[in-house]
């Protein structure tokens, strides 16, 4: 299922202070990318964007934003981010919906995610769009403390929660991101590195699709990374999807999160990969959204 090699790694700084190393080096812009190359693949009314960077050793910077954008005439549903290294190596900032500078305020036009990392590294990141737009359900929050969680409704007659991300901080970093199994709303947790009180932007797509939801549970060892693969059934499209970590206690954090099976038939569905600071075993499930396709 895995299309570049992950080393599995350990030994290095543990939990809260690696986060707060990555995080408090300041942004610093610059050209280290040596090559941005795509794949757009369309399949059930749905426009799959594969976008692949190369980031060159050594970094200038630890905390940087990839983009996907839709196809001009799309509207972005979902996305993810995926990277080809190891444990203790990445650490996925945000992953929300994008407004690419146009002039409607609306955070349709693609996808972003923002990680931190130490080493050179291949990224991929990932917006499922399509023609007709969803709906935005938007909100800021103020992260005032170390794990903050939330949630926004998608609750509007034939709605259901596609996908969700937040923006805003170089110092918060993901934890939880996924529909709730049992209400129409979309849920959010992040770990604050900082002892500020950063304003968040947050980010749910809600549409009327068909859907039903995937979901896969596996333990993850101290030191360790490991990885949730949600399958869709039968001819199902994935068009959204993300991680749960039950014991959100700021020692496990996503590494990568993103769409399968986007580029060919067969099998779809959502792969998360975490990575556990702490000191024992945990457990997390991945999420992936399934929609019924919109034509032919
Ligand atoms: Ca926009």
């Known amino acids: 299922m895995r299309d570049c090699p992950r080393q599995m790694r350990g030994g290095r700084i543990h939990g809260v202070g690696r986060v707060a190393a ?9 050209l280290c990318a040596s090559s941005a190359l795509g794949a757009i693949n369309s399949s059930g009314g749905f426009t799959y964007v594969t976008k692949h960077r190369q980031v060159s050793e050594p970094p200038t910077q630890i905390s940087r934003a990839f983009e996907a954008p839709c ?20 650490v996925v ?12 305020r609306r955070p349709d036009d693609g996808w972003k995610a923002v990680l931190n990392y130490l080493d050179a590294m291949d990224v991929y990141t990932y917006a499922i769009c399509a023609a007709p737009e969803p709906r935005y359900e938007r909100t800021e929050v103020e992260a005032d403390g ?8 998608c609750d509007k007659p034939g709605e259901w929660p596609i996908s969700g991300g937040t923006t805003g901080s170089s110092q918060v970093v993901e934890i939880d991101s996924y529909p709730s199994p049992v209400a129409r709303q979309w849920e959010f947790a992040v770990y604050n590195a900082s002892l500020t009180s950063p304003t968040l932007k947050a980010t749910a797509v809600c549409a009327k699709l068909d859907v039903t939801l995937a979901q ?4 993850v060892d101290p030191d360790e990374q490991e990885s ?3 399958t869709c059934d ?10 749960f970590v039950p014991n959100d206690n700021g020692h496990i954090f996503g590494a990568a999160s993103r769409p399968i099976g986007t580029g060919t038939p067969g099998t779809r569905g959502w792969e998360s990969w975490v990575d556990n600071y702490g000191d024992f075993m945990q457990g997390f499930t991945a999420y992936g959204v399934c929609a019924k396709p919109l034509k032919h």
């Open 146 to 153: 170390a794990v903050i969680s939330w949630s926004l409704p």
């Open 93 to 104: 900032g945000h992953s929300a919906p994008l407004d690419g500078g146009d002039k409607d």
């Open 228 to 230: 949730a693969f949600a």
């Open 216 to 219: 896969h549970s596996v333990d």
């Open 71 to 90: 196809p001009r005439g799309t509207h972005v549903y979902g996305g993810g981010t995926y990277n080809d290294q190891g444990f203790g190596d990445v």
């Open 234 to 243: 039968g001819k199902r499209r994935i068009v959204g999807g993300g991680q």
């Open 22 to 30: 990555f995080a408090s080096v300041a942004l610093v812009s610059a």
